[in-house]
């Protein structure tokens, strides 16, 4: 049961570098969620899907791109990355209703210096 | 706006002893519940979720009841093992904004032989 699965699980970048965060989910769920969690802190959503070609900010999505081309897959970009985006990254997935679950990746550990 | 506030941690108990997390929250419409489990280095995991007033929900040893008359969502559970050393994640969910998850900032449970 592969369920959410993200790569890297760990990155250092450069600042100024750019890079992909991928994600993918075999439970066939329209919804699709991008976090981060900085040391200590709760969770902030930066963006977030309801379907293949729809998507939208969340609290914190400054520095950050996605794309959601198919069911399956949710790439976060970073660009020209800063310090402040160390942080690790959960992707997350779920069926539409707000009583579902919604199912995490492991997280990417990324930290940029 | 929505919110989620936890009980701050870190929590550090023997093992066998009763643990209250509390968790209280503030909504414009009628959320559904959560709290999730972090592990070290792991991502997060859904413990228990409860969907509208006086729900209780449980596993593992652990409970929580959903109450709408004092907007909380308190986590117990009457005898903790070492194994439950966790961060635990009080979170809500409201039809309204997209399924979406509020979280709290997270409470770190400690639990020693």
């Known amino acids: 049961n592969a369920g959410v699965t993200q790569t890297p699980k760990f990155r250092i970048l450069k600042i100024g570098q750019s890079m992909t965060l991928q994600c993918t989910q075999d439970?066939?769920?329209?919804?699709m969620y991008w976090y981060r969690q900085d040391p200590g802190m709760g969770l902030k959503l930066i963006y977030y899907s309801v379907g293949a070609g729809i998507t939208d900010k969340g609290e914190v999505p400054n520095g950050y791109n996605v794309s959601r081309s198919t069911t399956e897959d949710f790439p976060l970009r970073l660009e020209l990355a800063a310090p402040s985006q160390t942080s690790v990254y959960f992707c997350a997935s779920s069926y539409p209703g707000a009583g579902n679950t919604i199912y995490f990746g492991e997280g990417s550990w990324l930290t940029v210096v | 706006g929505d919110s989620v506030t936890q009980m701050e941690g870190p929590v550090t108990l023997s093992e066998e002893a009763f643990l209250t997390i509390n968790c209280t929250y503030t909504a414009t419409g009628y959320p559904s519940l959560f709290w999730y489990v972090q592990y070290p280095g792991e991502g997060l995991q859904l413990l228990l979720k409860?969907?509208?007033?006086?729900d209780k929900g449980s596993n593992k040893g652990f409970e929580a009841t959903y109450r709408k008359e004092t907007t909380s969502f308190h986590l117990e559970k009457g005898s903790v093992q070492v194994s439950d050393s966790a961060v635990y994640f009080c979170?809500?969910?409201?039809?309204?904004?997209?399924?979406?998850?509020?979280f709290g900032e997270g409470t770190q449970l400690t639990v020693n032989p």
């Open positions: 979170a809500l969910s409201l039809e309204t904004s997209g399924s979406r998850l509020t």
């Open positions: 439970m066939n769920h329209n919804y």
């Open positions: 409860a969907t509208k007033a006086d």
